[in-house]
């Protein structure tokens, strides 16, 4: 069955470090991938997603994630963090059905 | 505003009591999407509506009933709930079940089952 994994549940960084966060799909065909990010009290919404073509993607707010066929994986990075940063983030893969992660809690401390 | 728009936000409701969760999206997609966000778990999909046609319903207990009267409305219904009901419910929206480039996700209502 198709699922996603991330690989922290909850991060602390403070400002200006540098942000990865891990996600790993398990899919045998064509994938898409997807970051999603739940600002507090806010909605899901679209960091950046990959389809095909260039396995860097860059997204919004200075996000990038790099699809590794091989390793099956799509990590999420940022060089610097900022503590407007501080939220869930969810990756998310369709394959045959689109399933999320269960998503990793970034704080970002000042 | 995303164009996926859930009433109520917050909702407090008795075990007994009979309430309808709303979602309305004006982005032309004909799928829509119940999600359940638990703290501490991965979201959930509950149901999934494509083209107003129920096409997946993930053993939902039947206490939570979704009704789909066209492509821009989707309600969730409420009936005898439990404490453990209580969760943010997400609404999503895409273009069709099969193209999926991304969802729209509403604000979510936060269901407090008391």
């Known amino acids: 069955a198709q699922s996603v994994s991330q690989h922290n549940h909850h991060v602390i960084l403070s400002e200006a470090a540098s942000l990865e966060l891990g996600c790993n799909y398990s899919y045998g065909g064509t994938v898409n991938l997807f970051w999603y990010v739940q600002y507090p009290g806010q909605h899901l919404q679209l960091l950046l997603k990959y389809f095909s073509g260039d396995p860097l993607v860059k997204g919004i707010k200075g996000f990038e994630a790099e699809f590794i066929k091989s390793k099956f994986s799509f990590n999420l990075r940022k060089p610097s963090v900022q503590w407007s940063d501080t939220a869930e983030y969810f990756c998310?893969?369709?394959?045959?059905?689109?399933?999320f992660g269960p998503g990793t809690r970034l704080s970002v401390l000042p | 505003e995303t164009g996926v728009t859930q009433t109520p936000r917050h909702l407090v409701m008795g075990m007994t009591n009979k309430k309808s969760l709303k979602c309305e999206q004006h982005l032309g997609h004909n799928a829509m999407y119940w999600y359940k966000q638990s703290a501490k778990k991965p979201l959930e999909l509950m149901f999934v509506?494509?083209?107003?046609?129920?096409?997946e319903n993930n053993s939902v207990p039947s206490r939570f009933s979704p009704e789909c009267p066209n492509s821009s409305h989707l309600f969730l219904h409420l009936h005898t709930l439990q404490p453990e009901d209580s969760a943010l419910y997400l609404c999503?929206?895409?273009?069709?079940?099969?193209?999926?480039?991304?969802?729209?996700f509403g604000s979510g209502t936060r269901l407090t089952v008391v």
């Open positions: 998310a893969a369709y394959g045959q059905n689109f399933v």
């Open positions: 999503a929206s895409s273009q069709d079940r099969n193209t999926p480039y991304g969802y729209t």
């Open positions: 509506y494509n083209f107003k046609e129920q096409t």
